[in-house]
């Protein structure tokens, strides 16, 4: 395989862009798309980018199959000796089992091929001055793959026995196709009672989808049936495309049962190794196999290339979605609460009764405060009414209730038609941040006040509190409030009393546009901390027209 180094520099950079792609949001069709990823990375990491860097590493041949096909005593029997453990109890093979020729022992020792999995070995292959502890994996690894060698295997091939593809341990499942992504020749391994089963089609029709070298090796089956099973089962592969596919036959054997202690005759698998034994070493099959395995992985780029970047185009699509119906809604009450502050809203209930009995029956400092309260329940029903908006339209959306806004839905008391409760307000953290911010609103205007009244003439200086609390009803109390900007006109002047009123009509809108952006954030939080952008499409479709040109 003479491979430019350009093409490997494409493939790598497609791979930093596969590996950037995140796609948080559970959107119909993320979980395939999310497979997809695993699996390019598997394929890229493990296979296809060690391969084309140095195509003369040993011939990998990946034993795959379901729970009790009889991977593990095939390895044995094709080794001559046992080293995968093999019984009855399922799943047997937890940790995949790896055997090379001595001789080529240096090929999967260090992280060539996968890199994620710790490497670990028994001590009777480990070389001289192993003890016994030195064969287990090393404390905290969690993902290993056993190395053996054996003077059996011909030089230049590697078997890897992977766990059941239909294991029930999903650790078991994901590693089993990621062990497969890793081979140059899949052996799919099944039986005669199994041979129909979903899964190991599955496998069958993922190997056709990538044109990988494959290989399926038909197991126990029964002596006074072997013809007719046969015959099926190369009907079966025929019918799904796959009839130029070399098969082996394995009948059922009494060491094919008792726990898999024995070994098979040499005579039952001899065939399926003399195949494996002449792609490993034959050259013009070597380089069929290999060549076959390695362009069906760039081919099926150009299809499962754009099927993810049009998955990371839909997180984009929804995110933007998502965070439109943010914006609208608290641009919504951002409108209304001015609208509200024009008519007087504020100056209503215990302020308005306030207003009414100032100064006879109520004191500036009662009557501010009467006002601050009054805009605050005004911010915190905008706020309300914002995160209702956006509750009723995210939860048309797919994503939407998966998004961690700090807000979830609340469990209400069900309706005929068994829907929750909207959202109805925010919650006691959001009510202390708008009163703190109302507070330091009034703080601010005090201060303006105590500035402008510091101006006047110190006798003819009027009572601060009583300024600011007639500013504020000016400010808050709209038509309602005409009276205070004209008492204020007549106590400080009109000249100071038009500053007064566009310096804390400024202060208004300042603090109300805080109050609602900051919330709105808050609100955006949880999308923003997802990082989906529009980059990623844009880069995997552009990884993948250099990759095309340098091929």
């Known amino acids: 395989m003479d491979v430019r180094p350009q093409l490997i520099d494409a493939l790598s950079a497609l791979r930093d862009r596969v590996a950037a792609v995140r796609l948080p949001l559970p959107l119909p069709g993320a979980p395939r798309a999310r497979q997809t990823r695993d699996e390019l990375l598997a394929q890229l990491d493990d296979y296809l980018v060690p391969r084309l860097k140095q195509p003369e590493a040993p011939l990998l041949a990946v034993?795959?199959?379901?729970?009790?096909?009889?991977?593990?005593?095939?390895?044995?029997?094709?080794?001559?000796?046992?080293?995968?453990?093999?019984?009855?109890?399922?799943?047997?093979?937890?940790?995949?089992?790896?055997?090379?020729?001595?001789?080529?022992?240096?090929?999967?020792?260090?992280?060539?091929?996968?890199?994620?999995?710790?490497?670990?070995?028994?001590?009777?292959?480990?070389?001289?001055?192993?003890?016994?502890?030195?064969?287990?994996?090393?404390?905290?690894?969690?993902?290993?793959?056993?190395?053996?060698t054996a003077h059996t295997l011909p030089r230049g091939l590697a078997l890897l026995d992977a766990p059941d593809i239909d294991s029930l341990v999903v650790e078991g499942r994901e590693l089993a196709a990621e062990l497969m992504c890793a081979a140059d020749v899949w052996v799919m391994v099944t039986t005669a009672s199994r041979y129909a089963d979903a899964v190991p089609w599955h496998l069958?029709?993922?190997?056709?989808?990538?044109?990988?070298?494959?290989?399926?090796?038909?197991?126990?089956?029964?002596?006074?049936?072997?013809?007719?099973?046969?015959?099926?089962?190369?009907?079966?592969?025929?019918?799904?495309?796959?009839?130029?596919?070399?098969?082996?036959?394995?009948?059922?054997?009494?060491?094919?049962?008792?726990?898999?202690?024995?070994?098979?005759?040499?005579?039952?698998?001899?065939?399926?190794?003399?195949?494996?034994?002449?792609?490993?070493?034959?050259?013009?099959?070597?380089?069929?196999?290999?060549?076959?395995?390695?362009?069906?992985?760039?081919?099926?780029?150009?299809?499962?290339?754009?099927?993810?970047?049009?998955?990371?185009?839909?997180?984009?699509?929804?995110?933007?979605?998502l965070s439109g119906a943010v914006e609208n809604a608290y641009g919504h009450e951002r409108d209304r609460v001015r609208r509200e502050l024009q008519r007087g809203a504020v100056l209503a209930g215990d302020a308005r009764t306030r207003w009414r009995g100032y100064p006879r029956d109520c004191t500036a400092t009662e009557l501010l405060d009467s006002l601050a309260e009054s805009l605050a329940a005004l911010l915190q029903c905008a706020v309300a009414a914002a995160d209702e908006r956006v509750w009723e339209a995210w939860r048309r959306e797919p994503a939407g209730r998966a998004v961690a806004t700090g807000h979830p839905e609340r469990p209400g008391p069900a309706g005929r038609a068994g829907r929750r409760v909207p959202y109805a307000g925010p919650d006691r953290e959001a009510g202390e941040r708008i009163g703190m911010a109302v507070r330091r609103w009034r703080r601010v205007l005090e201060e303006v006040v105590d500035d402008e009244v510091r101006r006047m003439e110190r006798t003819a200086a009027p009572d601060p509190d009583t300024v600011t609390a007639l500013l504020a009803a000016a400010l808050l109390g709209g038509r309602r409030a005409r009276g205070a900007g004209e008492r204020l006109a007549e106590l400080i002047g009109a000249q100071a009393a038009l500053r007064l009123r566009d310096r804390g009509g400024e202060l208004v809108s300042t603090y109300i546009d805080r109050v609602l952006d900051e919330e709105r954030s808050r609100r955006l939080a949880p999308l923003r901390a997802l990082d989906v952008g529009p980059e990623p499409q844009a880069e995997l479709i552009a990884a993948l027209s250099v990759l095309q040109k340098e091929r």
């Not at 089992?97 to 994620?116: E, I, N, S």
């Not at 002449?278 to 070597?286: E, I, S």
Request: glycine share 10%; hydrophobic share 40%; charged share 20%.
């Open 204 to 321: 069958l029709r993922t190997a056709k989808e990538y044109d990988a070298a494959l290989v399926t090796v038909l197991d126990r089956v029964p002596h006074q049936v072997i013809t007719d099973v046969s015959r099926q089962y190369e009907a079966l592969l025929i019918r799904a495309g796959l009839g130029h596919v070399p098969r082996f036959t394995i009948p059922e054997l009494p060491e094919s049962a008792g726990g898999g202690h024995g070994l098979l005759p040499d005579t039952a698998v001899a065939p399926l190794r003399a195949w494996l034994a002449h792609h490993a070493q034959d050259p013009a099959a070597r380089q069929q196999a290999v060549g076959r395995t390695a362009n069906g992985v760039i081919d099926s780029l150009r299809v499962r290339m754009p099927e993810l970047a049009g998955a990371v185009a839909a997180q984009y699509a929804a995110a933007v979605r």
């Open 63 to 148: 034993i795959g199959g379901s729970t009790g096909a009889g991977k593990s005593t095939l390895v044995n029997s094709l080794v001559g000796r046992r080293v995968s453990e093999a019984g009855v109890l399922r799943p047997t093979t937890r940790t995949p089992v790896l055997v090379c020729h001595p001789d080529d022992h240096p090929w999967f020792a260090d992280a060539r091929v996968l890199p994620q999995l710790t490497r670990v070995w028994q001590p009777a292959y480990a070389g001289p001055g192993a003890e016994e502890g030195d064969a287990g994996p090393p404390e905290g690894a969690e993902r290993v793959l056993r190395v053996e």
